[in-house]
C-alpha cells in the first residue's frame, strides 16, 4: 500500500457520513487539496469526504474559497497540490468535459443558461454526449436520429416534471422568471446523469416560499437518482434544514466540520462567519 493509498484509508475512517453510507466508498474525496495565485494561498489543505447519498454544504465568508473549490472539482483549476477522488478514481488530468462525463455537475453563481433556446432545447443540450447517432444520420433525420431524440425529448420532459416545469417546455429560457432559470439550470445539470451534483448558491434571488420548495426538491433529487448534492449557499436557514454534513471555510482553509447542530455551536465558526451575520 503506497503512501497515497494510506492517506486515503486514514481520511475515510475519519470521515463524517451519512449511517446509510457507512457501508459504501465514497462518492468524492478530497486529500491536501490547495491552489496557488501568483504565491497567494486560494485553498490550503482542503480534506472532505462526501457519501454517496449525502447532502452535504459548504459555507463560509465572502472571499472564502467556495467558488474555488467548485471550480477545483470540475476542472476549471488544476490543483497546485493535492488529489480529488471522484467514486475512488483520480481525477488528476481531467479536464472539465471528462469530469463531468465521469459524474460532477454543477450550477453556477450567475446564471448560465442558452437564452434564446427552448427549456427543453437547454436540457438537450446536456445530453448531446449521449447521443449515438452520427452527424450524417443527423442531417439526413434517419430513424437512429427520431428514435434518440424522442428519447431525449421524453427524458427532458421527466427530468423537468420535478420541478413542475413540463409545461414551461417549448418556453425560451430567457423570457423565464429568475426562480425558474434557478431551477432549469438545475435539470440541465442533471440531465448530465451526475453522481455528485454542485449547487453554486441554488437559492440565490428566491422568495421564501421558493427556497422552501427548492428544499424538498434537493432531498427528492437525491433520493431518486440516489446522488450525493454538495451546496454552497449563505441562506443559513436552508443549509442548517437540509445538510447532513457542513465544512466551513475562511481564508481557503476549513476551520470547522460537523452536523449542522456542531457548527451552530462552533466558537470560531461564530466569530468568523454565523456571528457576523446575525450582527449586519
Given at each position: 500500500?503506497?503512501?497515497?493509498?494510506?492517506?486515503?484509508?486514514?481520511?475515510?475512517?475519519?470521515?463524517?457520513?451519512?449511517?446509510?453510507?457507512?457501508?459504501?466508498?465514497?462518492?468524492?474525496?478530497c486529500v491536501n487539496l490547495g491552489i496557488n495565485f501568483g504565491g497567494l494561498k486560494a485553498v490550503d489543505d482542503f480534506n472532505l469526504t462526501i457519501g454517496r447519498t449525502e447532502i452535504a454544504g459548504l459555507i463560509g465568508p465572502n472571499g472564502a474559497g467556495k467558488t474555488t473549490v467548485f471550480n477545483l472539482l470540475t476542472k476549471v483549476y488544476q490543483p497546485t497540490t493535492g488529489t480529488i477522488l471522484l467514486d475512488g478514481k483520480d481525477t488528476h488530468g481531467m479536464?472539465?468535459?471528462?469530469?463531468?462525463?465521469?459524474?460532477?455537475?454543477?450550477?453556477?453563481?450567475?446564471?448560465?443558461?442558452?437564452?434564446?433556446?427552448?427549456?427543453?432545447?437547454?436540457?438537450?443540450?446536456?445530453?448531446?454526449?449521449?447521443?449515438?447517432?452520427?452527424?450524417?444520420?443527423?442531417?439526413?433525420?434517419?430513424?437512429?436520429?427520431?428514435?434518440?431524440?424522442?428519447?431525449?425529448?421524453?427524458?427532458?420532459?421527466?427530468?423537468?416534471?420535478?420541478?413542475?416545469?413540463?409545461?414551461?417546455?417549448?418556453?425560451?429560457?430567457?423570457?423565464?422568471?429568475?426562480?425558474?432559470?434557478?431551477?432549469?439550470?438545475?435539470?440541465?445539470?442533471?440531465?448530465?446523469?451526475?453522481?455528485?451534483?454542485?449547487?453554486?448558491?441554488?437559492?440565490?434571488?428566491?422568495?421564501?416560499?421558493?427556497?422552501?420548495?427548492?428544499?424538498?426538491?434537493?432531498?427528492?433529487?437525491?433520493?431518486?437518482?440516489?446522488?450525493?448534492?454538495?451546496?454552497?449557499?449563505?441562506?443559513?436557514?436552508?443549509?442548517?434544514?437540509?445538510?447532513?454534513?457542513?465544512?466551513?471555510?475562511?481564508?481557503?482553509?476549513?476551520?470547522?466540520?460537523?452536523?449542522?447542530?456542531?457548527?451552530?455551536?462552533?466558537?470560531?465558526?461564530?466569530?468568523?462567519?454565523?456571528?457576523?451575520?446575525?450582527?449586519?
Amino acid at each position: 500500500m503506497d503512501n497515497k493509498t494510506k492517506l486515503v484509508e486514514a481520511r475515510r475512517e475519519k470521515a463524517l457520513v451519512p449511517e446509510r453510507d457507512y457501508d459504501k466508498s465514497p462518492i468524492l474525496e478530497c486529500v491536501n487539496l490547495g491552489i496557488n495565485f501568483g504565491g497567494l494561498k486560494a485553498v490550503d489543505d482542503f480534506n472532505l469526504t462526501i457519501g454517496r447519498t449525502e447532502i452535504a454544504g459548504l459555507i463560509g465568508p465572502n472571499g472564502a474559497g467556495k467558488t474555488t473549490v467548485f471550480n477545483l472539482l470540475t476542472k476549471v483549476y488544476q490543483p497546485t497540490t493535492g488529489t480529488i477522488l471522484l467514486d475512488g478514481k483520480d481525477t488528476h488530468g481531467m479536464n472539465t468535459i471528462q469530469v463531468n462525463h465521469a459524474g460532477i455537475a454543477r450550477t453556477f453563481q450567475n446564471i448560465r443558461l442558452f437564452n434564446n433556446l427552448t427549456v427543453e432545447e437547454n436540457v438537450k443540450a446536456a445530453m448531446d454526449h449521449n447521443m449515438s447517432y452520427n452527424l450524417f444520420e443527423g442531417i439526413l433525420r434517419m430513424p437512429r436520429y427520431w428514435k434518440e431524440e424522442k428519447l431525449a425529448h421524453e427524458r427532458a420532459l421527466e427530468l423537468l416534471s420535478i420541478f413542475h416545469m413540463e409545461n414551461v417546455a417549448g418556453v425560451k429560457a430567457g423570457s423565464l422568471p429568475y426562480g425558474a432559470q434557478r431551477r432549469l439550470e438545475i435539470v440541465r445539470a442533471l440531465a448530465t446523469n451526475p453522481s455528485l451534483l454542485l449547487l453554486d448558491e441554488p437559492a440565490a434571488g428566491m422568495n421564501p416560499s421558493e427556497t422552501a420548495e427548492l428544499m424538498a426538491n434537493i432531498r427528492t433529487i437525491r433520493d431518486t437518482f440516489q446522488i450525493a448534492v454538495l451546496l454552497i449557499e449563505h441562506d443559513m436557514s436552508l443549509v442548517m434544514n437540509i445538510c447532513e454534513g457542513l465544512c466551513v471555510l475562511n481564508f481557503g482553509q476549513i476551520i470547522a466540520k460537523g452536523t449542522p447542530e456542531d457548527i451552530q455551536a462552533n466558537p470560531a465558526v461564530i466569530e468568523a462567519y454565523l456571528g457576523k451575520q446575525k450582527e449586519a
